[in-house]
Protein backbone atom coordinates (compact mmCIF):
# COMPACT_ATOMS: atom_id res chain seq x y z
CA UNK A 1 0.00 0.00 0.00
CA UNK A 2 1.11 3.52 -0.83
CA UNK A 3 0.13 6.79 1.26
CA UNK A 4 0.55 9.97 0.27
CA UNK A 5 0.76 12.19 3.56
CA UNK A 6 0.01 15.97 2.38
CA UNK A 7 -0.66 19.24 4.00
CA UNK A 8 1.06 22.99 4.00
CA UNK A 9 4.09 23.71 6.22
CA UNK A 10 3.55 23.11 10.01
CA UNK A 11 0.45 20.58 9.98
CA UNK A 12 2.38 17.88 11.39
CA UNK A 13 2.80 15.95 7.90
CA UNK A 14 5.92 14.56 8.70
CA UNK A 15 5.86 13.70 12.59
CA UNK A 16 2.60 12.20 12.51
CA UNK A 17 3.89 10.17 8.77
CA UNK A 18 6.57 9.06 10.06
CA UNK A 19 5.47 8.01 13.68
CA UNK A 20 3.06 6.32 11.60
CA UNK A 21 5.46 4.65 9.39
CA UNK A 22 7.18 3.13 12.75
CA UNK A 23 4.07 1.99 14.11
CA UNK A 24 3.17 -0.05 10.74
CA UNK A 25 7.31 -1.21 10.01
CA UNK A 26 6.73 0.79 6.85
CA UNK A 27 9.41 2.38 4.89
CA UNK A 28 8.60 6.63 4.99
CA UNK A 29 9.98 8.62 2.22
CA UNK A 30 10.22 12.63 2.85
CA UNK A 31 11.21 14.69 -0.56
CA UNK A 32 12.78 17.30 2.54
CA UNK A 33 14.73 14.16 3.66
CA UNK A 34 16.02 12.98 0.85
CA UNK A 35 17.35 16.67 -0.51
CA UNK A 36 18.68 17.03 3.14
CA UNK A 37 20.52 13.75 3.32
CA UNK A 38 21.61 13.11 0.39
CA UNK A 39 25.09 11.77 -0.82
CA UNK A 40 24.45 12.53 -4.49
CA UNK A 41 26.75 15.10 -5.55
CA UNK A 42 24.96 16.61 -8.03
CA UNK A 43 22.03 17.21 -5.16
CA UNK A 44 24.82 18.63 -2.36
CA UNK A 45 26.09 21.47 -5.24
CA UNK A 46 22.42 22.09 -6.04
CA UNK A 47 21.67 22.52 -2.48
CA UNK A 48 24.85 24.57 -1.78
CA UNK A 49 23.87 26.86 -4.81
CA UNK A 50 20.42 27.46 -3.57
CA UNK A 51 19.19 26.47 -6.87
CA UNK A 52 15.62 24.78 -7.64
CA UNK A 53 14.99 21.50 -8.24
CA UNK A 54 12.59 20.69 -11.21
CA UNK A 55 9.42 18.33 -10.95
CA UNK A 56 11.22 15.69 -13.20
CA UNK A 57 14.86 15.73 -10.49
CA UNK A 58 12.36 15.40 -7.42
CA UNK A 59 10.33 12.59 -9.12
CA UNK A 60 13.52 10.58 -9.45
CA UNK A 61 14.80 11.33 -6.47
CA UNK A 62 11.83 9.93 -5.24
CA UNK A 63 10.78 7.07 -7.36
CA UNK A 64 14.98 6.06 -6.59
CA UNK A 65 14.04 5.38 -3.10
CA UNK A 66 10.57 3.42 -4.20
CA UNK A 67 12.08 0.61 -5.85
CA UNK A 68 10.99 -3.13 -4.46
CA UNK A 69 9.27 -0.74 -1.35
CA UNK A 70 5.40 -2.13 -0.98
CA UNK A 71 4.29 -0.42 1.62
CA UNK A 72 5.53 3.09 2.13
CA UNK A 73 4.38 6.63 3.33
CA UNK A 74 5.56 9.65 0.97
CA UNK A 75 5.78 13.03 2.97
CA UNK A 76 5.86 16.01 1.22
CA UNK A 77 5.89 14.70 -2.27
CA UNK A 78 3.92 15.70 -5.11
CA UNK A 79 4.47 19.58 -4.84
CA UNK A 80 3.09 20.49 -7.96
CA UNK A 81 0.53 19.17 -10.46
CA UNK A 82 3.55 17.99 -12.60
CA UNK A 83 4.58 15.25 -9.83
CA UNK A 84 1.37 14.19 -9.97
CA UNK A 85 0.98 13.95 -13.20
CA UNK A 86 4.71 12.01 -13.09
CA UNK A 87 3.13 9.39 -10.39
CA UNK A 88 0.06 8.80 -12.92
CA UNK A 89 2.44 8.25 -16.18
CA UNK A 90 5.06 6.21 -14.01
CA UNK A 91 2.33 3.86 -13.10
CA UNK A 92 2.77 4.17 -9.63
CA UNK A 93 -0.64 3.39 -7.34
CA UNK A 94 -1.21 5.79 -4.99
CA UNK A 95 -3.97 4.35 -2.22
CA UNK A 96 -4.65 7.26 -0.16
CA UNK A 97 -3.91 10.89 0.64
CA UNK A 98 -3.70 11.51 4.27
CA UNK A 99 -4.54 15.65 4.29
CA UNK A 100 -3.75 16.80 7.90
CA UNK A 101 -5.54 20.29 7.87
CA UNK A 102 -5.01 23.51 10.30
CA UNK A 103 -5.67 26.59 10.80
CA UNK A 104 -3.16 29.35 9.59
CA UNK A 105 -3.04 31.54 12.40
CA UNK A 106 -2.66 27.98 14.09
CA UNK A 107 0.18 27.11 11.76
CA UNK A 108 2.08 30.28 12.39
CA UNK A 109 1.77 29.41 16.18
CA UNK A 110 3.53 26.52 15.62
CA UNK A 111 5.69 27.25 13.40
CA UNK A 112 7.12 30.76 15.02
CA UNK A 113 7.49 28.38 18.16
CA UNK A 114 10.09 26.24 16.16
CA UNK A 115 13.04 28.68 16.09
CA UNK A 116 14.24 28.04 12.22
CA UNK A 117 15.43 31.24 10.64
CA UNK A 118 13.07 30.71 7.55
CA UNK A 119 10.23 30.56 9.66
CA UNK A 120 9.85 34.38 10.05
CA UNK A 121 6.16 35.60 8.97
CA UNK A 122 6.24 36.08 5.24
CA UNK A 123 8.12 33.20 4.32
CA UNK A 124 5.50 31.18 6.08
CA UNK A 125 2.69 33.02 4.49
CA UNK A 126 4.52 32.47 0.91
CA UNK A 127 4.87 28.90 1.79
CA UNK A 128 1.54 28.34 2.76
CA UNK A 129 0.12 30.02 -0.43
CA UNK A 130 2.35 28.04 -2.40
CA UNK A 131 0.42 25.24 -0.89
CA UNK A 132 -2.95 26.20 -1.27
CA UNK A 133 -2.48 27.15 -4.92
CA UNK A 134 -0.93 23.74 -6.04
CA UNK A 135 -3.05 21.37 -3.26
CA UNK A 136 -6.32 21.60 -5.70
CA UNK A 137 -5.15 20.81 -8.39
CA UNK A 138 -2.77 17.78 -7.24
CA UNK A 139 -5.51 16.21 -5.18
CA UNK A 140 -8.26 16.89 -8.04
CA UNK A 141 -5.96 15.47 -10.08
CA UNK A 142 -4.54 11.98 -8.20
CA UNK A 143 -8.88 11.38 -7.00
CA UNK A 144 -9.52 11.73 -10.61
CA UNK A 145 -7.00 8.65 -11.17
CA UNK A 146 -8.72 6.76 -8.23
CA UNK A 147 -6.91 7.97 -5.39
CA UNK A 148 -8.95 7.74 -2.23
CA UNK A 149 -8.60 11.17 0.02
CA UNK A 150 -8.95 10.95 3.92
CA UNK A 151 -8.70 14.67 5.56
CA UNK A 152 -7.51 14.94 9.57
CA UNK A 153 -7.86 17.43 11.69
CA UNK A 154 -5.07 18.38 12.59
CA UNK A 155 -5.42 20.56 15.85
CA UNK A 156 -4.35 19.71 18.97
CA UNK A 157 -1.30 17.87 20.58
CA UNK A 158 0.90 15.14 18.68
CA UNK A 159 -0.79 12.44 20.21
CA UNK A 160 -4.04 13.41 19.92
CA UNK A 161 -3.50 14.33 16.12
CA UNK A 162 -2.06 10.71 15.77
CA UNK A 163 -4.56 9.09 17.31
CA UNK A 164 -6.99 10.75 15.64
CA UNK A 165 -5.21 10.05 12.06
CA UNK A 166 -5.13 6.33 13.24
CA UNK A 167 -8.73 6.09 13.85
CA UNK A 168 -9.19 7.13 10.54
CA UNK A 169 -6.78 5.34 8.58
CA UNK A 170 -8.03 1.97 10.84
CA UNK A 171 -11.70 2.50 9.56
CA UNK A 172 -10.55 3.17 6.33
CA UNK A 173 -7.88 1.25 5.20
CA UNK A 174 -8.57 -2.00 7.68
CA UNK A 175 -4.59 -1.30 8.83
CA UNK A 176 -3.64 -2.73 11.95
CA UNK A 177 -2.08 0.07 13.74
CA UNK A 178 -1.84 -0.14 17.78
Not at 5 to 28: E, H, I
Not at 41 to 67: E, P, Y
Amino acid sequence: MKILFLGGPGTGKSTVGNRLANDLKWAWISSGAILRESKEQWVIDRLKTAQLFDDLMISDLVFSRLNGVENVIIDGYPRTLRQAEIIIERGLKIDYIVELIVPFDEVMRRLSMRGRSQDVPEVIEDRQMDYERSRNEIVAYLVGNGVKLLTVDGVGEVDEVYKRAVTIIRNEMNLKVE
